[in-house]
């Protein structure tokens, strides 16, 4: 039996590369694609998928407010496969109470393992309803988690000193060889978090973002967006050097939420 399916992504280059992938596999019968999350509710309303790749971050509408919408209404609910370009604490969720999820820039093997993955739920006849329900209640909890009212304090290790820093003063942070290094507007030295995950979770989401696997960068500290090859960016930081920092295909889109590019 085919597998019908919808892709919802506000870029139409990712809806393009996804439909193109998917048609590896035959089973997947795709019918129709959507670029935002009204789109989403009302393909789903008309042609019941039983898969739905959908997008995460979208305006408007995102990914989790689609599986709200889902979650109030009494019809039948696909399988979802979420797709994000953010590898933060959330994919975790994710991993656990979605179908599955895919990072972007999607990859043809883990496409694959999603695919696989969602049959062995459908031939199971397990219902998303209750994962879906988790998962949102998870990511909602985690939005609303209550900020620090005293700015967080670093630690970091320069030459045989032990520096407190103000996070707010936390220009970038880089790793390399296994070791996070701290750049503020005094010091710079190196972090006792093992992981930029680690430090991120310590840090404010909403001034603190991974552009690129290896960076963090205090987006209140941006001095300017350089275009960079094929329409991609870098960051010049307000550092002493001005540092250059990549912004990854991936997180292309989060620049431009995030600047009104």
Same mark, same amino acid.
């Given at each position: ?38 789109? $989403?509710?009302? @393909?789903? +309303?008309?042609?019941?998928?039983? /898969? !739905?790749?959908?997008?995460?971050? &979208? ?5 989790l407010g689609v ?42 093997n883990r496409i ?39 700015? $967080?304090?670093? @630690?970091? +290790?320069?030459?045989?000193?032990? /520096? !407190?820093?103000?996070?707010?003063? &936390? ?91």
């Amino acid at each position: 039996m085919p597998i019908n399916t919808i892709i919802v992504d506000d870029e139409r280059p990712a809806r393009d590369e996804l439909a193109y992938l998917l048609k590896a596999f035959p089973e997947i019968n795709v019918v129709a694609q959507g670029k935002n999350g009204l789109e $989403a509710l009302s @393909l789903i +309303k008309e042609h019941e998928p039983d /898969l !739905l790749f959908l997008d995460v971050e &979208m305006p408007g509408l995102d990914g989790l407010g689609v599986a709200k919408k889902l979650l109030e209404r009494s019809s039948r609910l696909p399988q979802v496969v979420f797709a994000t370009a953010y590898d933060h604490y959330a994919v975790k969720a994710f991993e656990v109470n979605a179908a599955d999820y895919v990072l972007k820039p999607f990859d043809k093997n883990r496409i694959a393992k999603a695919v696989q993955r969602v049959k062995r739920m459908m031939e199971q006849r397990i219902s998303p309803v209750e994962r879906l329900e988790t998962l949102v209640g998870q990511l909602g909890a985690g939005a609303q988690r209550a900020r620090p009212t005293q700015p $967080a304090k670093l @630690l970091v +290790k320069s030459q045989a000193r032990m /520096l !407190l820093i103000d996070a707010d003063d &936390m220009i970038f942070a880089s790793i390399q060889d296994g070791a996070i290094t701290v750049y503020a507007r005094t010091a710079e030295g190196v972090s006792n978090y093992r992981t930029v995950e680690e430090l991120m979770e310590a840090l404010d989401p909403g001034v603190f973002w991974r552009p690129h696997r290896s960076y963090l960068v205090n987006i209140n500290h941006i001095k300017e967006v350089v275009p960079w090859f094929k329409s991609s960016y870098m960051l010049k930081m307000d550092d002493k050097r001005s540092s250059e920092i990549p912004v990854s295909r991936a997180q292309t889109k989060r620049l431009r939420e995030l600047l009104k590019l």
